[in-house]
């Protein structure tokens, strides 16, 4: 759970700890990439150039995030998600497995993105996506 993550490492914090990252040895960060504090980034992760990650965030394996793009506090990126350039997501936003998004897209805070979506427009603050998707 995202905020009791947060909850967590405010109160570390606030106690004069350090909040580490886990950063998986074969994921490539940018050296251009800014982090946050307790974040996760994956196996086979990639962040691109200028790219933001804010705390707590949590970008899971194989997932790509291209340049200048931010990614807010919380916020989950789940396996094989593909982020394109200029993307904007909110704060304790959850893209499922395998979410696509078309480049200078901005997703607002508390959205849910069901996994296989693809997102081409912007998507308002606190908005779970309807899945386009058809159960057989």
């Given at each position: 759970d995202a905020a009791a993550k947060?909850?967590?490492g405010e109160r570390l914090r606030s106690r004069g700890c350090s909040v580490l990252n886990l950063i998986h040895p074969?994921?490539?960060v940018s050296v251009s990439a800014r982090l946050g504090s307790g974040i996760y980034v994956g196996p086979f992760v990639?962040?691109?150039p200028d790219v933001v990650v804010d705390d707590y965030a949590q970008i899971n394996n194989s997932a790509s995030v291209a340049h200048h793009?931010?990614?807010?506090?919380?916020v989950m990126i789940s396996d094989g998600c593909h982020i394109g350039g200029a993307v904007r997501i909110g704060a304790n936003s959850v893209l499922g497995i395998g979410v696509i998004v078309n480049r200078d897209i901005e997703i607002g805070d508390n959205v849910l993105i069901p996994s296989g979506e693809?997102?081409?427009?912007n998507v308002e603050p606190s908005t779970h996506v309807k899945s386009t998707k058809r159960v057989r």
């Open positions: 947060a909850s967590i074969s994921a490539q990639y962040l691109g793009s931010s990614v807010g506090k919380c693809k997102i081409f427009a």
